[in-house]
């Protein structure tokens, strides 16, 4: 089981990037997933998940309004569009699968993850 994330990188404030998330090894469509970040010398956080069909999403109050995720089943992706970003933002971001098909903001209730992706927003 893998998960690769990619489309990070250095953008300005109030940019945007894309993080893609590719799932291989098993399928995950039945799967709830998420993403998470650490900033240096913080915990890993909460960002953003979505259930197993993509009806349901829930987001962290810190990025609601500006960040979106979604998925494609078919293809065994998840994404996570990032709009007006803040330096606040900078941080490794993670993808994960979840141990059920619902969502979740609990780390221990994810059961893969990736390798992260760098994302560093300059002011």
């Known amino acids: 089981v893998q998960l690769q994330a990619s489309g990070g990188g250095l953008v300005q404030a109030g940019g945007s990037l894309r993080l893609s998330c590719a799932a291989s090894?098993?399928?995950?469509?039945?799967?709830?997933m998420g993403w998470f970040r650490q900033a240096p010398g913080k915990e890993r956080e909460f960002v953003a998940a979505?259930?197993?069909?993509?009806?349901?999403?829930y987001y962290a109050d810190s990025v609601k309004g500006r960040f979106t995720i979604s998925r494609d089943n078919a293809n065994n992706m998840v994404y996570l569009q990032m709009n007006s970003l803040k330096p606040e933002d900078t941080a490794v971001y993670y993808c994960?699968?979840?141990?059920?098909?619902?969502?979740?903001?609990?780390?221990?209730?994810?059961?893969?993850w990736g390798q992260g992706t760098q994302v560093t927003v300059s002011s």
């Open positions: 090894g098993r399928t995950f469509s039945r799967s709830g």
């Open positions: 994960a699968v979840a141990g059920s098909r619902t969502y979740s903001i609990k780390i221990y209730e994810y059961d893969y």
């Open positions: 979505i259930n197993w069909s993509g009806e349901l999403t």
